[in-house]
Nanobody, 112 residues
Framework: QVQLVESGGGLVQPGGSLRLSCAAS????????MSWFRQAPGNERELVGS????????NYADSVKGRFTISRDNAKNTLYLQMNNLKPEDTAVYYC?????WGQGTQVTVSS
């Protein structure tokens, strides 16, 4: 079955960290450019960042640059999003994405 399954979301205090994972199956993960998106209530879904197939190149939205890091393990068919120094405005549902395929999302809430 072709799918993406996110995990690792939760409630964290401002300044805290979380690591999201996205497990891929049903396709050749190592050949896919991968991205993370997020959607806050009342807002459009926005791109957080992307990573090349080999993981040697990344790009990020200005709002998360320097705080978030995208990585991947092609041997484990898994995409990661390390989020540090989290802010309340990072609260959203986070999705992984590749070529028209979305995961179900994982909720991240940053609140004291």
């Amino acid at each position: 079955q072709v799918q993406l399954v996110e995990s690792g979301g939760g409630l964290v205090q401002p300044g805290g960290s979380l690591r999201l994972s996205c497990a891929a199956s049903g396709f050749t993960f190592s050949t896919r450019y991968m991205s993370w998106f997020r959607q806050a209530p009342g807002n459009e879904r926005e791109l957080v960042g992307s990573i090349t197939t080999a993981g040697t190149g990344t790009n990020y939205a200005d709002s998360v640059k320097g705080r978030f890091t995208i990585s991947r393990d092609n041997a484990k068919n898994t995409l990661y999003l390390q989020m540090n120094n989290l802010k309340p405005e990072d609260t959203a549902v986070y999705y992984c994405y590749t070529r028209g395929l979305w995961g179900q999302g994982t909720q991240v809430t940053v609140s004291s």
